[in-house]
C-alpha cells in the first residue's frame, strides 16, 4: 500500500511556464516532507522540504505549499527551465522513525525551449 | 568521501546467481538506507540501519535479500538466487540527521 500518492505521471510544460506536482498522505503521523530531484543515471538529490508547522516554503523558484488539513502537499516550479527537466519525486516521514522515507511514484518533468 | 558511493554500477547477472552490491556512505553518517527503484517506479525501502541498533528489514521482498554493515561504515546487500523480477537499480543513501538522505548513483542490476 502506497502511502504518499504523487500526481501527475508526467507533465509537459513550456520554457517559462509553471510546473504543479501534487501529492496526499494517509499518515498523520509524517511530519518530513521532502521533494528529490533526479536526472537520468543519478540518484536522487534533495531539492526542497517541509516541516508541517508551516503552509509555504520558497527557495529560489521552487515553492512547496502544504495543506495539513487536507494532507496534501504540492511542489510549484516557477519559469521552468529546460534544466529543470527530471522526474520529482515527493516524500514523507516521521521523526521516531529517523527519517525513514516514504516516496510517491515520481512525475517525470519535461520543460520544453 | 566526498558523497555516497555504490560499487559496481552496472551488473548484469544470470538467473539464480547471487549478487553483492556494496555501498561507502558518507563519513561520519549514522543512518544508511537502501531503496530499490524498478524501472519507471517510485523508490521502495529495503532496510535501514541506524549507528548499533538493530536493522529494520521491514522492506526486504523476501528472505533471499540480506544485507549487513561492517563497522558502522560500508554496507553490502545481498540477493541469493536471482530472479528477473530483481531488476532494477539499487540505491543507498546515508544521513547524519533525522531529515534528508543523500543517495548515490546506484547499481543498475539486470538478471538475464
Known amino acids: 500500500q502506497q502511502q504518499v500518492k504523487q500526481s501527475p505521471q508526467s507533465l509537459i510544460v513550456q520554457k517559462g511556464g509553471i510546473s504543479i506536482i501534487n501529492c496526499a498522505y494517509e499518515n498523520t503521523a509524517f511530519d518530513y516532507f521532502p521533494w528529490y530531484q533526479q536526472f537520468p543515471g543519478k540518484g536522487p538529490a534533495l531539492l526542497i522540504a517541509?516541516?508541517?508547522?508551516?503552509s509555504e516554503k520558497k527557495e529560489g523558484r521552487f515553492t512547496i505549499s502544504f495543506n495539513k488539513s487536507a494532507k496534501q502537499f504540492s511542489l510549484h516550479i516557477m519559469d521552468s527551465q529546460p534544466g529543470d527537466s527530471a522526474t520529482y519525486f515527493c516524500?514523507?516521514?516521521?521523526?521516531?522513525?529517523?527519517?525513514?522515507?516514504?516516496f510517491g511514484a515520481g512525475t517525470q518533468v519535461v520543460v520544453t525551449p | 568521501g566526498a558523497g555516497v558511493s555504490q560499487s559496481p554500477s552496472n551488473k548484469v547477472t544470470e538467473k539464480g546467481k547471487d549478487v553483492e552490491l556494496r555501498c561507502d556512505p558518507i563519513s561520519g553518517h549514522t543512518a544508511l538506507y537502501w531503496y530499490r527503484q524498478s524501472l519507471g517506479q517510485g523508490l521502495e525501502f529495503l532496510i535501514y540501519f541506524q549507528g548499533n541498533s538493530a536493522p529494520d528489514k521491514s522492506g526486504l521482498p523476501s528472505d533471499r535479500f540480506s544485507a549487513e554493515r561492517t563497522g558502522g561504515s560500508v554496507s553490502t546487500l545481498t540477493i541469493q538466487r536471482t530472479q528477473q523480477e530483481d531488476s532494477a537499480v539499487y540505491l543507498c543513501?546515508?544521513?547524519?540527521?533525522?531529515?534528508?538522505?543523500?543517495f548515490g548513483s546506484g547499481t543498475r542490476l539486470t538478471v538475464v
Open positions: 516524500a514523507a516521514s516521521k521523526a521516531d522513525s529517523w527519517g525513514k522515507l516514504q
Open positions: 517541509i516541516r508541517p508547522d508551516v
Open positions: 543513501a546515508s544521513s547524519s540527521s533525522p531529515y534528508g538522505y543523500t
